[in-house]
């Protein structure tokens, strides 16, 4: 089963510094038939302007991972993390017991993002924070996983939940594959480009949440970057 949600029907909001519109259920935006899938919590796809961002607040029991679009943002943490992640470059942040940071975008221009939160194993343990270029070419043609809390993917960020978060670069006429365990919930988004996904066809910032599937092929319509993720 594939379930597309259009770009144009997620929910949102415009802060002006801020334009988001949100996969999930988030903040003032509220639908119950979008509270989560599996154990993914929240999807947003965030606009900043240049020069603003979130100022020091708090987070617990979560596992929080920062895709970076385009520009770059600048992380700081309760724990003396410091870090600028530029695009096509990953963070995660294990909230544990309770982490308070703030993030901003101090370029010159707009930075966009995608933040995705996925509940973790068990409650507690510590706050953690780590971040790590991911090379485009690295992952042209084919999927590479970006963080994970599966023992086998000993070369992503760490998370500490049952999932693995994963990117590619395709170009057009190109296809990865991936296999899936039908029990378990994936979510993908062309981040750029338009895609087919065992023939729903998936438009820039699209999602699909896909159950009950036993690979998925992706095909680029166009030149596309994807990001998915697999969790229980």
Known sequence: ???????SQLGGADHGWLKARHHFSFANYYDPARMGWGSLRVWNDDEIAANSGFPPHPHADMEIITYVRAGAITHQDSLGNKGRTEAGDVQVMSA?????HAEYNLEPGATTLFQIWIEPNARGGPPAWGAKPFPKSDRAGRFITLASGLADDADAL?????????????????????PLDPSRHAYLVPATGAVDVNGVRLDARDGAAITGERSLSVTALEDAEVVLVDAA
């Open 158 to 178: 760490a998370i500490r939940t049952d999932a693995r978060v994963l990117g590619a670069t395709l170009r057009a006429g190109e296809t990865a594959d991936y």
């Open 1 to 7: 089963m594939i379930h597309k949600r259009p770009f």
């Open 96 to 100: 544990g017991t309770g982490i308070r």
